[in-house]
């Protein structure tokens, strides 16, 4: 490889995309806490993930505080500035999409935007940065990028499946939500001749609707992490071209803003609008 | 070995190609509604822009899963661990 060679030796450009796209791991294998031998081992915690997003968000719940503790209504600062259009922004968006009544739709949305937000941010670091700086530290696998896991998008996604089903049942009853399942899009005829066919009408809508339901979820974090890892492998196989890398990793850094920006704010409206239909009365 | 390797090879690029020429055509299409739609009313624009990177975004959705999928058997293929497990 043309200027690569930092990770203790000459390797190959395929040793050096897997070792960027490897996890620092922990898990337990006969009853030892072990490192990074965790293949196929499903009880294992990707530590880079959890320290990075935990990191970010307590960098977002800081930054949005002190903001709101120190807000001044005649002089303020660039930063409160900036919270105020993001704040609005997201107000905005909540209030033309929600069409229930909620207090828990805006906060989670701007939680959700300005998270998903800063975790994406991570991927325009450059790709060698932070893994040299870990080696130094005596890390060797160090994946910066949290929405490039799918642990941390599903368990995104699991979590606004889970709110998706309390506002259903919560505004239409659990009979509500069972009926919702059954009884759409087809409705099963309910007198004359046509009853027979009712049970099968009902498995049918049954089967539609709950491919559809899950859909909600499993597109959610695909998308996120789909974008994300795509963007992430190119950006180490732009790393890879040695001096030619400068004017790519430019092009493609730019296009990526967009995308980070894009993403967060997609997975944002959709669990809006996803929260949304949840909460429609008929 | 080679089958599997080149075979796999075949499938990414097809994941690929078939992913953005959809892509590709469904952007097009929406694109071009939209550049229709702002030329008949000029004050909607900024909302219709809005509502545009929405349904990009929705698109991109399906594509850059295939692209995921399509870059993990490009890196770390397990047909070849099976296989080489099986021999």
């Given at each position: 490889m043309a200027s690569e060679g930092a990770h203790g030796g000459p390797q190959s450009s395929g040793d050096y995309i897997q070792h960027h796209l490897q996890n620092l791991q922990v898990c337990k294998a006969d009853g030892e806490w072990v490192w990074?031998?965790?293949?196929?081992?499903?009880?294992?915690?990707?530590v880079d993930s959890m320290f990075f997003s935990i990191v970010l968000g307590l960098v977002f719940v800081w930054m949005f505080g002190s903001v709101a503790r120190r807000s001044s209504v005649g002089k303020p600062g660039k930063l409160q500035a900036f919270v105020e259009i993001i704040i609005d922004f997201i107000d905005t968006s909540v209030k033309d999409t929600f069409h229930g009544k909620s207090r828990l739709i805006a906060p989670l949305a701007l939680t959700i935007f300005v998270w998903v937000f800063f975790m994406n941010l991570?991927?325009?670091?450059?790709?060698d940065w932070l893994p040299k700086v870990g080696a130094l530290l005596g890390?060797?696998?160090?994946?910066?990028?949290?929405?490039?896991?799918v642990n941390i998008t599903f368990g995104m996604s699991i979590a606004v499946f889970f709110l998706i089903i309390f506002y259903t049942v919560k505004n239409k009853g659990f009979g509500g939500f069972i009926a919702e399942l059954t009884l759409h899009p087809i409705a099963p005829p309910t007198?004359?001749?046509g009853l027979i066919a009712a049970p099968f009408i009902i498995a049918f809508n049954f089967v539609l609707e709950s491919v559809s339901l899950l859909a909600k979820p499993l597109s959610l974090s695909l998308r996120l992490f789909g974008n994300m890892f795509a963007g992430e492998l190119i950006f180490i196989l732009i790393a890879?071209?040695?001096?030619?890398q400068l004017p790519l990793h430019f092009a493609w850094a730019v296009f990526h803003v967009l995308i980070v920006t894009l993403q967060a704010f997609i997975f944002m409206m959709l669990t809006v609008v996803y929260l949304s239909l949840a909460s429609e009365e008929h | 070995m080679e089958t599997v390797i080149g075979l796999t090879a075949i499938a990414v690029a097809i994941l690929i190609g078939l992913g953005a020429l959809g892509v590709g055509i469904g952007m097009g299409l929406l694109g071009g509604r939209f550049l229709e739609g702002a030329a008949r009313q000029p004050e909607l624009a900024p909302m219709l822009q809005t509502k545009m990177f929405l349904v990009v975004a929705l698109l991109d959705a399906v594509a850059m899963i295939g692209v995921g999928i399509a870059l993990y058997f490009a890196f770390a293929n397990p047909f070849i661990g099976q296989l080489q497990n099986a021999l």
């Open positions: 990074n031998h965790c293949a196929g081992n499903p009880m294992t915690i990707n991570m991927d325009l670091i450059p790709v890390v060797p696998y160090l994946k910066v990028v949290p929405t490039t896991d007198k004359g001749a890879i071209l040695g001096i030619w | -």
